[in-house]
């Protein structure tokens, strides 16, 4: 299994700003669909993960913009697992245009139960999609 896992994305006319570049939000957004095609990628598909009972929260977010990207523009976002502990987990994320890196980010995940019951220790699904840590960025 590759360390990361790189996701291409299709910057849409309608995610670019007044400035002529992707409007802040739309980079989450970004690492959202990247993290679910990285988990299918590992054998993990999202919908499974909910039948099992487990759902995963965003608590924590960190982004850093370096150059800013526009419409029509190919970029790729790059997917590595940064951390695992009990209960939470962080992916590094990376968005390269031809090579340069554009912005770099770090989000940490919470497993949950779908019941609503809270959260929970992260099941041997999860963990084995993760698979061991490889951060992108430095800690």
């Known amino acids: 299994m590759a360390d990361v896992f790189l996701h291409p ?9 007044a400035q002529g570049v992707v409007f802040n939000s739309w980079y989450l957004a970004y690492f ?11 054998g993990l598909r999202y919908r499974d993960m909910i039948e099992a009972g487990y759902d995963v929260q965003l608590v924590r977010s960190e982004i850093d913009w370096k150059a800013g990207i526009g419409w029509g523009d ?17 992916l590094d994320f990376e968005v390269r245009r031809s090579g340069e890196v554009t912005c770099t980010g770090r989000t940490v995940y919470v497993v949950v139960a779908t019941d609503g019951s809270g959260k929970r220790e992260i099941p041997p699904l999860i ?3 993760l698979g ?3 951060p992108l960025l430095a800690p």
């Open 9 to 17: 994305v299709n910057v849409r006319y309608l995610e670019v700003d």
């Open 32 to 42: 959202d669909d990247a993290m679910t095609a990285f988990l299918l990628d590992r």
């Open 74 to 90: 190919e970029i790729v976002v790059a997917v590595s697992t940064a951390k695992v502990g009990r209960t939470s987990f962080a």
């Open 127 to 129: 963990a084995d999609a």
């Open 132 to 134: 061991e840590p490889s």
